[in-house]
Every structure is written in structure tokens, then in C-alpha cells.
């Protein structure tokens, strides 16, 4: 038994913001209530923290198996434990690349001895991210798969993604698209603008998201199957996901840190800013600003992607694309969106926990019976971010030497505290 | 001093100051390519490497007489010959080069930014020599020189831009510098490589997609060579853009009578440019190869050699 004492719980699916404590009991929270006593707890002492729902991140890359030297599920489940995350959806592009059972279940066995936070892994929607035939997607989930994509590109053609979203339609999993117009997009390593232009660099226009994000509405329309849009970058895609919403469309969407606190102008020759999508305009920036305070985002992914440093450590047009990112995702979102005032600090926790519940059709909250993931966080530990000291074994991220206000302070999964800062 | 720089990367960064500084100090290397004994010792025991990653060579044979004809001795790595091809990063080559003690390297790279990636990983001086579609900034500086010693001054001038100005180093390291230096700058060439974004490069740009209305009153044209190999598009038909973009007798005739014609070279006669217009009077490409030279030495001279402020003459110094 443990009790969480003394804690501001927030809990966005009940509304709750309360000072109460938590008792669990095992992998089940057993009671919630103010002034908790449990005689044989033990006590982990919440005062001055928030209590929220263990954070879930829809979108990362944890490179195993294949890329070892970039990251570990062991090295990147860590990570994620660091930045507060207690459930993360590793994308299928592994090598092999996870689009049967067989890779799943070697993954999640892998999981089951090396992560310290839970697995929820995403399938292929084609063999092999092909674009041609469908992957074992019903084999896949009976094995532990939670929605599909071909992420590190989009589904090829409008005609399998329609197949795709049929298919998907009874199992109830959601397709997830990397939205990107290849031709569009072809050659490009930035967002296509003033900046791409000033220093000389290949712009991908921001059409080439949008174009898109607008076929693949168009198909979730026609299948009625369930779409959600990986990092969403741009102000038009947004509009289309907005009007998609309000026509009563099952569409989501998933923003990430690094978008919405960057645009093309941090952009220099270091490739640490180099990622596809790629950071958008300071017009799409504010677009996603209040697409997150508005409700038209539903969730903030980090889409973590470690690069080994000796990939990253070339010309900027020859650098894989990809930051990594569960260690600074809350703290962002803490100075972007709830320091300077933008969001309500319950809005930010539930695009960490029930948003992206909702998005996969499960739930996430606090109360008697529900699984006992917990983040515990603080709103004004004082700390800097440095990438040496990172769990990561990759150190490719833009916000290297930040100074932050707010912390990750305890992450808790299926009642064991498997992170304390 | 504000005119004390390590590295040449680009125009951009330079102040006004700094580049008519650089002019000024090239002058001195612009007599000097007319003596009859063209070595200097001024350089003496000083190395320069020059780090072609991509074909060149009017560039490469440029700063490799430059640095020898100040007495300096030169490192060559051409593309052909590096291990690029062994999969060697660009940082381990550097590295490598760097390893046998050169004073500067001078770079010339298929990657925006290849330079500027050296400058911040190598302790000398590192000059770019064309990297990308980014700058070309001593391309920039011999052009300002060859049109300063044709014209007189550098503000003041309308100066068209003709070509495939998305994809062109040699455009962006000019327009940066003309601008600085109080000119106006028109562009012009097919639509597709002319966005809208070229204008927010600097101050007094304009684009114009009609080539005879960008002649208009011209002083200065400079025309790009098409740069096939740069071009991740669709190209363009030859024949169409000789129709709409090349500059003729006829359009010439639209600048300015005493309007100058410049060229970075190597020149496709018979497409960008007509043959009667290479040749002709107005036309200063061979001007421009030797101010290349000039530019160059200055160059050299001034990140390898004494502080300006106590160099006397540096053409004195003969062997």
C-alpha cells in the first residue's frame, strides 16, 4: 500500500482540483479522500505537488529492435519515466519493422523485463510501412497493439488508407497518419518560407501537411473510420481537423512540444532543429497555441526521436530527422502554455492524460478501482535541462541548457514509483 | 577594430564597413596581378587548405594561385579524389586536413551550411567558397570590386539579377551585399525560382518576373549561369527559357547605355547569355576572374597574415 498524502489532485475526467490523498492499493487506487489514513502505507509526501493521472504519450521512438545505438526500450522507457510519462506508444518503425505478431509480442516481451513505464505499442498499417498491403493488423492487436500508422511516412495512397480505415472500423483501433504529401515534400529539410530561403535550405511548403490531413478527413468520412493526425504542425491542418470536429467527424489530433514552442526562425544549420514535420511559422505556431487552449487538439505527443549523435553530427541536409523529447515535454508545456498564461493548468493535464486516453478509447483518471498510474509534478521546481544528463541515449534535442519552472517530481506505474527527482 | 573578422562565411553577417574594408584592401592585389614576377612572400611557411567537396574549377585554381602567389603553400582535397566515396563524414575529413596543421581552410561544399558546420568544430579560419544554395561571399566581393572599378562607387546603382536566383549561392551573397552597400536589387528569372520570400532577404529587393521590365533602366546585370545540377524540379526547357530569360542584344539595349554586364562563370553561351553580349563591350567576365584573384589575396592576407592596422603595402614584400 502507498499513500499519496497531502497532494493537489487534478483529475480533468471527473473536473477534480482538490487537496486530497491517494491511497493504492497494488495496481488498483483504493481510495481517494481528504485526510487518508492507512495504517503499513507507505507515505509519499505530495505537499506541494500536483497529483495528476499518469501521463500517456502517444507518439515516440524507442529504435528497438534494430537501432540500439540510437535508443533501448529499457533506455527510453526511462526517459519517459523521467518526463513524467507512465504509458508511451512506440511508433512501428523498427527494424524489423513491428507489422505483425510476432514483432509485437517480441517487443512487449522485451518490455515486460526492461521498461519502467507501460508499453502500448502502435502496428504498422502496411507491410513493411510499404504502402501496399495490409499488415496482420487484427493478429497485431489480439498481441497488445493499440492503433496503427505507418509513421515516418504517411499511408501511401488514398485507396489503402480507405482499406486501412474499413478494416480498423470493428477492431476499434484508431489510424494514426503521418500527414505529408510526398511530392510535395520531396527533398525538403525545413519549412519552406523566409528562413528556408535566407539560409539556402530545401523548404517542404506547409501544404504538404495539409494537402494531407484534408485527404485522409475526406476518407474518414467516407469509411466513418477513426483518424488521428500525428504532429500536427500547421495552421491549415488544424482548419481542416476544426471543421472536420464540428461536421461530427471522429478526428484527432496530437501537437508536439517542440512545435509549439518553436517556429522556422530558431531554425540554423544545427541539425538538433531538424524534424519532420518540420517547425512551422510563427502564423501556425500561434494556430496550435490556441488549437490547444480551444480544444481542437486533443493531445500533446512528443514524437520522440533519438538519433545516435554521430548521425546528427553532419550537414544539416544530410542529418536523419528527429528530437527527443519526453524529458522536456511537461516542462514546456508548463512555460509555453500555463506560465504564460495561454492554458488552464487542468486544460495542460488533460492533454497528458485523458485526451490521449480518449484518443486510444480508454480512460484515465483518478477514483477507487482505476489502475494506479500516477504523475506527481511540480508547477515551480526551479532546474535546467542538459542533454548529457539525459536518460536518453541519444542527445539530439533543440532545448539543451533550458532553464525550467516546473518538474516532473514522481512517476508512479501500477503502484510502483518508478522515477523520484 | 570592427573591421577584425576569423572566418568568411557569408556577406550576411558583414557590416558595410567591413566589406568596403575588404575592397579597399584587395586594391593593392589588383595592381599587383600586372607585375611581371607574381610571388610574394608575404605568406611564407603559412598553409592553406582547400577543401573542394564539389566540382570546381575556376574557384579552387582562383584561391590556390591566390594563396601561392602570396607564397603560402596549398592542401588540396578535390571531390574525386576524397574519401567522401569511403563514407567518411565531412567532420572526420576536416578533422583529418585539419590534423596536418593548415593556417585556414578554405571549403567549397554541396550543403548550405557545410561551412559554417566547419567554422564551429575547427579552431582556424575557415572561408566559404560557395556552400550550397547559401553564399558565395567572395563571388559577391569581386563582383562589388569589378563593379566599383567600372562605375565608380557602389551606392546608388539599380542592378539586375537574371536567372535561377532560388538555387543560386552567387545571387543570395549579392544581394545581401548590394543591399548593405546602398543598392537596389531587381530579380529575375522563371517563377518558380523567384518566391516571394527573396525579398525579405534585405532591404531594397524587388522582384520582377518580365525580363524586359527588369532591364528597365539597369546599371548593373549580373547573369547566372542555370544550374542544372542544382535543380530538384522539373528543369526547364532550354528553349523556352533562352525564349523568356536570355539576355540579348535587343534587351540589353533596355538598360542603361553605359549599363555593365556580369557573369560568375563558367558561362553556357547560347542559353542564360548571347554570345554578342559575353563579348561585348559592356561585358566585364574577364575583369572578373582577375579581381577574383585580388580578392582572394586580400583574403588570405588579412586572416593569415599581419593585423591591418600595422600592414604597410603588403605588394612590397616581394621574393
Request: aromatic fraction near 4%.
Amino acid at each position: 500500500m502507498l499513500l499519496i498524502k497531502n497532494g493537489r489532485i487534478l483529475d480533468p475526467a471527473s473536473r477534480t482540483d482538490a487537496q486530497l490523498d491517494v491511497l493504492l492499493d497494488g495496481e488498483r487506487i483504493a481510495q481517494v479522500g481528504p485526510s487518508l489514513a492507512a495504517s503499513g502505507a507507505e507515505v509519499l509526501d505530495a505537499a506541494g505537488l500536483v497529483v495528476a493521472p499518469g501521463f500517456i504519450d502517444l507518439h515516440c521512438h524507442l529504435r528497438e529492435p534494430g537501432q540500439e545505438l540510437s535508443e533501448t526500450i529499457e533506455t527510453g522507457t526511462r526517459a519517459a519515466a523521467r518526463g513524467g510519462f507512465t504509458a508511451v506508444c512506440p511508433m512501428p518503425n523498427t527494424q524489423p519493422v513491428n507489422d505483425n505478431a510476432s514483432v509485437t509480442r517480441s517487443i512487449l516481451e522485451r518490455a515486460a523485463g526492461a521498461a519502467s513505464v507501460r508499453m502500448w505499442p502502435i502496428g504498422a498499417a502496411s507491410v513493411g510501412s510499404k504502402g501496399e498491403a495490409l499488415s496482420e493488423i487484427a493478429a497485431m492487436q489480439q498481441a497488445g497493439i493499440v492503433a496503427v500508422s505507418d509513421d515516418g511516412r504517411p499511408i501511401a495512397t488514398a485507396r489503402l488508407l480507405r482499406q486501412v480505415m474499413d478494416y480498423c472500423g470493428p477492431l476499434g483501433l484508431p489510424v494514426i497518419d503521418h500527414c505529408e504529401d510526398s511530392s510535395l515534400a520531396a527533398g525538403g529539410v525545413m519549412r519552406e518560407g523566409p528562413r528556408s530561403v535566407r539560409l539556402g535550405l530545401k523548404g517542404m511548403p506547409a501544404a504538404a501537411e495539409s494537402v494531407c490531413v484534408h485527404r485522409d478527413i475526406e476518407i474518414a468520412a467516407l469509411t466513418g473510420g477513426r483518424l488521428h493526425v500525428a504532429h500536427l504542425s500547421s495552421q491549415a491542418s488544424l482548419e481542416h481537423v476544426r471543421a472536420a470536429k464540428a461536421n461530427g467527424l471522429p478526428v484527432t489530433c496530437e501537437v508536439t512540444p517542440h512545435h509549439f514552442t518553436l517556429t522556422d526562425e530558431d531554425v540554423t544549420y544545427d541539425s538538433r532543429f531538424k524534424m519532420n514535420p518540420p517547425l512551422g511559422s510563427c502564423e501556425d505556431r500561434n494556430a496550435l497555441l490556441q488549437g490547444l487552449a480551444d480544444g481542437t487538439v486533443d493531445a500533446i505527443a512528443t514524437d520522440h526521436a533519438p538519433h545516435h549523435p554521430a548521425s546528427k553530427e553532419v550537414e544539416f541536409d544530410r542529418a536523419p530527422f528527429g528530437v527527443t523529447g519526453f524529458e522536456t515535454a511537461l516542462a514546456l508545456g508548463l512555460a509555453e502554455l500555463v506560465h504564460s498564461g495561454r492554458l488552464p493548468l487542468m486544460r495542460l493535464v488533460e492533454l497528458f492524460t485523458s485526451g490521449p486516453a480518449r484518443v486510444l478509447g480508454i480512460e484515465r483518471r483518478i477514483a477507487a478501482g482505476a489502475p494506479t498510474d500516477l504523475t506527481l509534478f511540480s508547477l515551480d521546481h526551479a532546474w535546467t535541462f542538459h542533454a548529457t544528463d539525459s536518460a536518453s541515449r541519444s542527445r539530439n534535442t533543440p532545448f539543451d541548457g533550458r532553464a525550467f519552472r516546473g518538474a516532473p517530481m514522481a512517476t508512479i506505474v501500477a503502484g510502483r514509483v518508478v522515477f523520484r527527482r | 577594430m570592427s573591421h577584425r573578422f576569423r572566418h568568411l562565411l557569408g556577406i550576411e553577417p558583414f557590416s558595410a564597413e567591413q566589406i568596403t574594408f575588404l575592397l579597399d584592401q584587395s586594391k593593392p592585389f589588383q595592381e599587383f596581378q600586372r607585375h611581371p614576377l607574381k610571388k610574394l612572400a608575404t605568406l611564407r611557411g603559412k598553409t592553406v587548405a582547400l577543401a573542394f567537396f564539389e566540382p570546381s574549377t575556376r574557384t579552387r585554381i582562383s584561391f590556390s594561385t591566390a594563396a601561392s602567389r602570396l607564397g603560402a603553400d596549398t592542401m588540396n582535397l578535390q571531390a574525386e579524389a576524397s574519401s567522401l566515396s569511403k563514407g567518411e563524414s565531412l567532420l572526420d575529413t576536416a578533422r583529418t586536413l585539419d590534423a596536418m596543421k593548415p593556417d585556414a581552410i578554405v571549403i567549397r561544399h554541396s550543403s548550405s551550411g557545410a561551412s559554417d558546420f566547419i567554422a564551429q568544430r575547427l579552431e582556424i579560419p575557415v572561408i566559404n567558397a560557395g556552400d550550397g544554395t547559401h553564399e558565395h561571399p567572395t563571388q559577391a566581393l569581386l563582383d562589388a570590386l569589378t563593379i566599383r572599378d567600372r562605375k565608380g562607387r557602389l551606392d546608388g546603382w539599380n542592378v539586375t539579377i537574371l536567372g535561377d536566383i532560388l538555387h543560386s549561392r552567387v545571387a543570395r551573397s549579392n544581394i545581401h551585399l548590394l543591399s548593405k552597400l546602398g543598392s537596389r536589387t531587381t530579380l529575375c528569372g522563371p517563377p518558380m525560382w523567384l518566391p516571394r520570400e527573396l525579398e525579405c532577404l534585405a532591404p531594397n529587393v524587388w522582384r520582377v518576373p518580365n525580363i524586359e521590365e527588369a532591364l528597365d533602366g539597369a546599371d548593373v546585370i549580373i547573369v547566372l549561369r542555370v544550374q542544372q545540377e542544382r535543380i530538384h524540379e522539373p528543369a526547364l526547357a532550354p528553349e523556352e527559357y533562352i525564349l523568356e530569360y536570355q539576355l540579348t542584344p535587343e534587351r540589353l539595349r533596355l538598360a542603361r547605355s553605359d549599363a555593365v554586364v556580369l557573369h560568375p562563370g563558367p558561362m553556357i553561351r547560347g542559353l542564360e547569355i548571347d554570345p554578342a553580349v559575353a563579348d561585348g563591350p559592356q561585358s566585364c567576365v574577364l575583369e572578373q576572374v582577375t579581381n577574383g584573384l585580388a580578392v582572394r589575396m586580400a583574403l588570405l592576407f588579412l586572416l593569415l597574415g599581419a593585423a591591418p592596422t600595422e600592414a604597410k603595402d603588403p605588394t612590397h614584400a616581394a621574393y
